[in-house]
C-alpha cells in the first residue's frame, strides 16, 4: 500500500498547478484525503483536507486559491492549485487514513505519498 504524488513544478506567480496523489495495493476504505507542504526551514502545515464525508478545511494562507477533491477511482485525490504565489514554495505531500488488512483485521493506517516539489518564481 502506497500513496504516489505528482504534478509538481516550476511555475510563474499567478500561474496554476494541479497535483494529483493515487492511492495504491490493497485498500478497503479511505479517510482524510489530505495535502501538507513543508518549506525550506519550516515545519511541514497542513494545506487542505477532505474527509470521506465530504467535509474540506484550508490553511487561511491558501482559502478561495487552492481547492481540494476526490477523484475517479475514488481511491485518487487532487488540489488544484490557482494564482499561485511565491510562498506556496514547498514540497507537497499528501496523506490519508487508509483501512488496509493488518495482522488478521482490518484498520485505517496513516500514510503519506513522497512528497512532489512545487516552485513559485518569475
Known amino acids: 500500500v502506497q500513496l504516489q504524488a505528482s504534478g509538481g513544478g516550476l511555475v510563474q506567480p499567478g500561474e496554476s498547478l494541479r497535483l494529483s496523489c493515487a492511492a495504491s495495493?490493497?485498500?478497503?476504505?479511505?479517510?482524510?484525503m489530505a495535502w501538507y507542504r513543508q518549506a525550506p526551514g519550516n515545519e511541514r502545515e497542513l494545506v487542505a483536507r477532505?474527509?470521506?464525508?465530504?467535509?474540506?478545511n484550508y490553511a487561511d494562507s491558501v482559502k478561495g486559491r487552492f481547492t481540494i477533491s476526490r477523484g475517479n477511482p475514488m481511491t485518487t485525490w487532487y488540489l488544484q492549485m490557482n494564482s499561485l504565489k511565491p510562498e506556496d514554495t514547498a514540497v507537497y505531500y499528501c496523506?490519508?487514513?487508509?483501512?488496509?488488512?493488518?495482522?488478521?483485521?482490518?484498520?485505517?493506517?496513516?500514510?503519506w505519498g513522497q512528497g512532489t516539489l512545487v516552485t513559485v518564481s518569475s
Open positions: 496523506n490519508a487514513d487508509l483501512r488496509v488488512a493488518t495482522s488478521g483485521s482490518y484498520r485505517f493506517l496513516n500514510f
Open positions: 495495493g490493497s485498500i478497503f476504505g479511505i479517510h482524510n
Open positions: 477532505l474527509t470521506s464525508g465530504g467535509y474540506t
